[in-house]
């Protein structure tokens, strides 16, 4: 068979729309099927070699067709990370939901292009514009762009930080011998000292100000490492407060940060990766006080909404800095007054990408099925959950928490018998192996204070008590195997 660009039906376009439309459902009742099967599997299965092997063929020159290409997405559906199972207690991932699956059906049957035009998708995003600024309590003239994530956002939210320091002349001239110097605390995410990195401030001149008993930024030290610098001729220009830390879920006191923000005129960016959409919650708003004052705020809808992967967000104040941080439109993206290239601004000018996904409606679909009171519910239901396991965890003495549980997040570990001490931390990181290996839970590891922890963080609108309980009684059998095997082994 030889394909000719002659041929007059050379096409990507099916043939046979019937047989796509029946390709299309078979696939759709698959990913379904596995969707509502997943709680009742493991969390997560090792991949098997079989499966790698579909994933390592050769570049088909004459395509496979589509049986093929069907048979081996469906080979892969079961093969996710397991965060779609209500034991996944790993990192921070949101788990998704089955309604998300049609809002992509239609986004990619529309396919279309955010970065600019006048078209219908752009009023989507809009609309989950508007949304995020009354919810976080930002003003009109506000602006803001969906992302991959929080670190993406932050960015983009960084960079818009660091032009209005440098007057924008940054932007065609670079940082050259400007001294910028932001702030943070030692337990802020690393995508913050990522964007210093990209945004050649280089990741030094982000200042790690150290923590309080709760793992919240001290402000004290904070005001004296911004004098400091300041004595020593460098330039302050921004700070980080974290609402919702990823080891521990500390809250920083966002009402001093803004008050010494608006003091130093610093630019005042808040990390809510998740920790943010606690303001959905009427108990925990109150906790997030002086989020509604930052200049940036950088969250994520995968996360503590359950927008299916990805989708994030950054909200800037200053749609001025925003848009002079970013726009630019060459000869090639004029817009216009009326017609397809109207609509301006585009949302390009506020951001790198110019080509951008539809990731609007799966995120307008999730808020407008649900609305804002079921995930407010589910939070905190999170967070009562996480207290309910450190409860069991203070009263087994077998077990250690290892830090207070500020949101969702419960750290502990199982302590090893006293002659195997010096192997505390090799047991902690065999606990959680041994349970992604088992299938039974996906909790992950940190280090608190030097010490290996099991972090288990819910983030998971279908985890029961009754499965932290479970997850309990599976790290209890997993420790007397391990420690009987490591008694073997040193006896
Ligand atoms: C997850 C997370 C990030 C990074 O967000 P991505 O969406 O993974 O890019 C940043 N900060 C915190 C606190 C997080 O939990």
Redesign the pocket.
């Known amino acids: 068979m030889s394909i000719s660009p002659d041929d007059p039906d050379l096409t990507l376009d099916p043939s046979d729309w019937d047989a796509l439309r029946a390709r299309a459902h078979t696939m759709l009742d698959a990913a379904l099927e596995e969707m509502q099967r997943k709680p009742g599997g493991p969390v997560w299965q090792e991949p098997p070699e079989a499966l790698k092997a579909l994933f390592d063929r050769d570049l088909p020159v004459e395509g496979l067709g589509p049986d093929v290409v069907s048979q081996d997405m469906q080979a892969l559906l079961p093969h996710g990370v397991g965060n779609t199972h209500p034991r996944f207690f790993g ?2 991932h949101g788990s998704g939901t089955p309604a998300g699956v049609v809002a992509e059906i239609a986004a990619a049957a529309m396919n279309a292009n955010l970065g600019g035009r006048d078209h219908g998708a752009i009023y989507v995003e809009k609309q989950v514009m508007r949304w995020c600024r009354e919810l976080f309590g930002f003003p009109e003239g506000s602006s803001g762009l969906i992302v ?5 956002a ?1 960015i983009i939210a960084l960079k818009a930080a660091r032009d209005r320091a440098l007057g924008f002349a940054s932007r065609t001239e670079g940082v050259g011998a400007a001294r910028l110097v932001g702030y943070t605390s030692t337990q802020t ?1 690393a ?1 913050v000292a990522r964007a210093f990195d990209m945004l050649g401030l280089g990741s030094d001149a982000l200042r790690r100000v150290p923590v309080n008993a709760a793992y919240e930024i001290d402000t004290t030290a904070l005001a004296d490492a911004i004098a400091r610098d300041r004595a020593e001729g460098l330039t302050p220009f921004a700070i980080i407060g ?1 609402a ?3 080891d521990l879920g500390a809250i920083d006191d966002l009402a001093a940060l803004a008050r010494i923000a608006a003091r130093e005129d610093l630019w005042f960016h808040v ?1 809510g ?3 943010a959409l606690a303001v959905l919650s009427e108990q925990l708003r109150p906790r997030l006080a002086g989020m509604e004052r930052a200049d940036s705020l ?1 969250f ?1 809808f ?2 503590w909404m359950h927008v299916n992967y ?1 989708a ?1 967000f950054v909200l800037i104040r200053s749609e001025e800095a925003h848009r002079r941080a970013f726009s630019d439109r060459p000869g090639y993206l004029q817009g216009a007054t009326r017609g397809l290239a109207a609509g301006n601004p585009w949302p390009v000018e506020y951001g790198p990408e110019l080509s951008r996904g539809f990731r609007a409606l799966k995120v307008w679909a999730q808020i407008a099925e649900f609305g804002t009171a079921r995930f407010g519910a589910l939070i905190d239901r999170n967070c009562a959950q996480a207290a309910y396991l450190a409860d069991a965890v203070r009263a087994d003495p077998a077990l250690e928490l290892m830090a207070p549980v500020a949101l969702n997040i419960c750290c502990f570990r199982y302590l090893a018998p006293e002659a195997m001490a010096a192997e505390q931390d090799h047991l902690t990181e065999e606990l959680v192996i041994a349970l992604h290996l088992r299938g039974t839970a996906a909790p992950s590891t940190t280090t608190i204070n030097g010490q290996k922890a099991i972090r288990v963080n819910i983030t998971n609108h279908r985890t029961g008590f009754a499965d932290l309980d479970l997850f309990l009684e599976e790290v209890r059998a997993v420790a007397a195997d391990l420690i009987a095997g490591m008694g073997r082994n040193t006896g």
Do not use: E, L, R
């Open positions: 990192w921070v991959s994530g929080t670190s993406m932050t995410h995508c974290t919702g830390s990823v990390d990766a998740f920790g950088a994520d995968h996360k990805d994030g």
